[in-house]
């Protein structure tokens, strides 16, 4: 049998720094947490966001090239750094990663989802890190993701993930005095505190955030938004130290329940 599932999700915002690179630091300490994990035998998975910041550092577009374009142009440019920073920081603690590029297409039908369960299954057999992020660079704009945050929610239901985990960068979600509200059971304990405002460079907000947690809850994953710059956050979370915010898994029903899913 498998070992425990671990998805972890990670904003663009988590792994750039405020010049807008990569932050070779984090993206380390992250790989460290993993690698601890491991050793725990959980199997870990991470969906992460940076190409299209990291392509911003690294190319200017041409200026006559449409929106669409800019973002293939960027995210082409910048998965090669993202995926080549994870693969250097992994290597260093012995660890193989593997690259996921996925789009909604593969979440469609019966066919594609099994295929890219089969995908992931393989990938965790061979003792491997699935790095996921959206294939940006062909997604059709209309048919995209709504952010990671939602593919994240998507893997970690298609892999009974024992837990998500969104790594973020503010500390959970906050009540209208700004509290972190520790629990979350149902949309009503967050949804009058929450705006569908965005953050500087993800496409996700933490409305965006809260559903997808919710919704995998539901599906029996226990699941947190936690500030990733914090030290060990993940560890931490994991230790069961009471950091973010937490949506209280529901009772499992993944089978049953799969088809609704993926209608909705
Ligand atoms: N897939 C996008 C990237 O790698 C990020 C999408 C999001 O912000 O959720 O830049």
Redesign the pocket.
């Given at each position: 049998m498998l070992n425990k599932i671990i998805v972890i999700k990670i904003?663009?915002n988590v792994i750039t720094n405020d010049k807008c690179l990569l932050d070779e630091l984090v993206i380390s300490k992250l790989a460290a947490q993993v690698a601890v994990l491991k050793k725990h035998a959980y199997a870990v998975i991470l969906v992460?966001?940076?190409?299209?910041?990291?392509?911003r550092s690294l190319v200017k577009p041409n200026v006559k090239l449409s929106k669409v374009e800019t973002r293939q142009v960027?995210?082409a440019v910048?998965?090669i750094k993202?995926a080549n920073t994870y693969l250097s920081r992994f290597h260093r603690l012995g660890i193989s990663c593997a690259q996921v590029l996925t789009c909604k297409e593969d979440f469609r039908d019966k066919q594609h989802y099994l295929n890219m369960k089969g995908c992931l299954s393989a990938l965790l057999k061979s003792d491997l890190v699935p790095i996921v992020?959206?294939n940006?660079v062909v997604a059709v704009e209309e048919l995209m993701?709504?952010?990671?945050?939602?593919?994240a929610g998507l893997v970690a239901v298609m892999v009974k993930a024992d837990r998500l985990i969104i790594l973020t960068t503010v500390d959970g979600v906050k009540d209208d005095r700004g509290r972190i509200i520790a629990v979350i059971k149902k949309r009503s304990d967050y949804q009058r505190f929450v705006t569908s405002e965005k953050?500087s460079?993800?496409?996700?907000g933490m409305s965006a955030k809260c559903a997808t947690a919710l919704r995998s809850a539901k599906f029996g994953t226990k699941t947190h938004i936690i500030n990733g710059k914090i030290s060990n956050g993940i560890l931490k979370v994991m230790a069961g130290e009471k950091i973010g915010t937490t949506f209280a898994p529901l009772k499992k029903k993944y089978e049953k329940n799969y088809r609704h899913y993926r209608r909705r």
């Open positions: 904003g663009t992460t966001s940076g190409a299209v910041g990291a392509g960027l995210a910048g998965q993202l992020n959206e940006d993701f709504t952010d990671n945050d939602e593919l953050s460079f993800g496409r996700g």
